[in-house]
Every structure is written in structure tokens, then in C-alpha cells.
């Protein structure tokens, strides 16, 4: 039984944010930012988070900062996802989670060497929503269920939580019942059927798919079913420019086609008149 999480005072960061968060979907308990005393860090029932001087999962202690400087760079979020046996899948299925350990670890500096982009771009991805939520979440020294911000970092918990203990069913999902379609052209697309009843988001985890099966070379788009119809979604695979999907907007079976080109919708369900319009969109 957790009766706390007590995480370090001052300014927050992502990783002891994400690893508050990730505590509230197993265990939705108040939160204090403040220093850990030597009964927290005792007390199995405090979980001290990014603070503290110790990792030892039997006394609930998540921190990291006592590793040596050139150790593997494993943050307070890492700590946690490994208490909690998430970490090895979350590594294959969050890319942002090794970017994420190497700032908190690292700095920003060595983190863009790393990375083989300089400082300004990666403060160009900085996103507004992360700046306000790690300010508010600094801002105030405990946070209780029913809060806004407790809540919302309840949110983030679970959605992650659920993401990565869930991306093991969808591949297995799309591992049953996909199909590689072999085209014309010379490469190929990664095709799901519709099954009734429809499943949530029928083409969840097939990027990921491609990825886990080394098929990056081959796989160009995909065809899934449209959620919104009896139809089908067709689109690129990591954007793969040679699929022109405007080249098919003014066919009678196309109601949707993005002048981007990347993806487009089709009320056709015959795989033959799939397969041509996938053909008719392809431009090398």
C-alpha cells in the first residue's frame, strides 16, 4: 500500500513528472514536492521519486542521481518503468524515451551532439503544453486527488500505461490478421481486413508493425478500415512520397483524398480495386 509520492521541490522536469504520472496509474496517491526526510526514505509506503540518493524498489526510492557520470543514462522515469516492468517495452515502442533520459542525464548540449542536430532545433520543438504543465506542477508544493493538475497527470498515466502494455496485443493483433500485399511497382503494402465487430482503431500498431518485422525497406503504405465507413483509409508509410494519393481524389469511389497527398479515403471494400488504386497512386 503507497501512501505517498514525495518528489524534489523546486523546478520540475519532464522525467519526474512522467514518473509521478506513471506512479498515479498504480497508485493514485497525493503528491509532495518537497525534500525527502530519512523515515521517507525508509518508509516502503513513500515513494520518493528523482530525490533521495538511493534506487531500491523494496523502500519505493526512484532516484538517480548518485550514479556515476558516465553510467548508462537511466533517469527517474526510467526507474519507475522498470518497478513497474514497463521499461524494456517502452523502449522499443516510445522513441521520445531515450531523448528524454539523455536531457535529463546529459543536458541539452550533449543531448543535440548526441542526436546530430544543434542546440536551436531541439529548443524549437519545445512544446507550450509541457512548459505550463511542468510550471504549474513546480508551482505548488503538494497536489491532491481532484486537482486539475493531479488529475491531468493521472491522465497522462494511465494513457501511457495503457499505450505501452497495450501495443504488445495490437501487434499480435496485426501479426493474426494482416496481409503483405506484393505490387506491381515492386514494393509492398501492409493490409488490414475488416473484422466484425471492428476493432477500437483497427490500424493502431501497424507502423509499429513494419518496424518490429524489418520491413522498412519494403512496406510503402498501408490500407486499413475506415472507421468512419464501410470503406477503407489508405496512406503512406513514414510518409513515403512516391504514393501520391491526390492521383485517385476524382475517382467516383474516392470521397476523401488530402492535397498533401498522404492519405486518402474510399467506400471501395473489394481488395482487386484496392490494390489498383494504390497502383494508380504510385508515382516512383
Known sequence: MIREIVVHPGGAHKDDYLACAMLLAKH??????????????????VCVVDVGG???????????????????PLCAL??????????????????????AEYIDTRGIVDTAKWLEV??????????????????????????HQGEPIWELMKMVGDDLYEYITGMKERLAYVAEHAEILEMNFGKKILFMPRSEPLADDASSGM???????????????????????????????????????????DEDDVHFAHNKGFIAKTSATDLCRLKALVEQSWIG
Open 207 to 249: 507502423g509499429r508493425y513494419v518496424i518490429e518485422e524489418g520491413l522498412q525497406e519494403e512496406i510503402v503504405g498501408m490500407i486499413y478500415p475506415d472507421r468512419r465507413g464501410v470503406g477503407y483509409g489508405m496512406s503512406r508509410y513514414n510518409d513515403d512520397k512516391r504514393l501520391e494519393f491526390t492521383r485517385v481524389g
Open 54 to 72: 538511493e534506487w531500491d524498489e523494496s523502500k519505493m526510492n526512484f532516484d538517480h542521481h548518485q550514479f556515476p557520470r558516465d553510467s548508462e
Open 78 to 99: 526510467s526507474l519507475v518503468l522498470k518497478y513497474l516492468g514497463l521499461y524494456e517495452d517502452a523502449q522499443k515502442f516510445c522513441d521520445w524515451l531515450s531523448v
Open 118 to 143: 544543434d542546440r536551436e532545433t531541439l529548443s524549437k520543438l519545445n512544446s507550450p503544453i509541457d512548459v505550463t504543465m511542468l510550471r504549474r506542477f513546480a508551482s505548488k508544493i503538494e497536489h
Open 28 to 45: 493514485p496517491v497525493s503528491i509532495y514536492r518537497r525534500e525527502p526526510t530519512s523515515d521517507d526514505l525508509a518508509d516502503a509506503e
